[in-house]
Every structure is written in structure tokens, then in C-alpha cells.
């Protein structure tokens, strides 16, 4: 089994910056791919960002582009997302989620951690 546990998230004021981590423990495969999402309230779950095992593969939104990296340790099971710039829209659930395969700009994940709330104020 896959454990995640986001950490990180809280209140900043819009153009401030915040890093959240994702730790992952468990059967983590050996060479998956992790992404980023997030949930607004009244929206869908968005994909925002994702790495591969190498790092050399990334995705990001264009809703974040310029604005959030995507970093990974795998010696410590980690992958964190910088995010800066923020803006009021950035308010929502965070959500790190693993795969052992596919495609690194694809939804499908099989893995997902409780998540981590984000309050951009204005």
C-alpha cells in the first residue's frame, strides 16, 4: 500500500508564496510519477503539476506556469510544489497523488493523500 501526506498549506495574502510538501511511504514503485492537483470549491479536481521518477519529465498547467515548481528528493520520498505569486484563484484543497506509470500529463492517478487546504486572501 501507498501512504501520502501533504503538508505545508495554510492562509497567505494574494502575491505572497507558500511550499508544499508531499511525503510518500509505502510500496512507492520504483520509478513513479507524482503529481500535484488541486480542488477548488464548485470545481473539478485539476491537475496543476507532476515529475517523474528521472525529473526530467515534467507538466504544468498553464493556470501555473511561471508560478509553481514542481521539485522532487527521492532519497527522501519527497515532492515539493513552490508556489508563488499566489493569487485568490489558488484557493483550495491540495492534493498530491502517485502512479507507478503513464503519462506524465495524464489525470489518472491510483494513489491519493488527504490533501492540504490553500487560502489565497485578497
Known amino acids: 500500500q501507498v501512504q501520502l501526506v501533504e503538508s505545508g498549506g495554510g492562509l497567505v495574502q494574494a502575491g505572497g508564496s507558500l511550499r508544499l510538501s508531499c511525503a510518500a511511504s509505502g510500496r512507492t514503485f520504483s520509478h513513479n510519477i507524482i503529481g500535484w492537483f488541486r480542488q477548488a470549491p464548485g470545481k473539478e479536481r485539476e491537475l496543476l503539476s507532476a515529475?517523474?521518477?528521472?525529473?526530467?519529465?515534467?507538466y504544468s498547467a498553464d493556470s501555473v506556469k511561471g508560478r509553481f515548481t514542481i521539485s522532487r528528493d527521492n532519497a527522501k520520498n519527497t515532492v515539493d510544489l513552490q508556489m508563488n505569486s499566489l493569487k485568490p484563484e489558488d484557493t483550495g484543497v491540495y492534493y498530491c497523488?502517485?502512479?507507478?506509470?503513464?503519462?506524465?500529463?495524464?489525470?489518472?492517478?491510483?494513489?491519493w493523500g488527504q490533501g492540504t487546504q490553500v487560502t489565497v486572501s485578497s
Open positions: 515529475i517523474t521518477w528521472s525529473g526530467r519529465n515534467l
Open positions: 497523488a502517485l502512479k507507478s506509470t503513464g503519462i506524465v500529463a495524464s489525470r489518472n492517478y491510483d494513489y
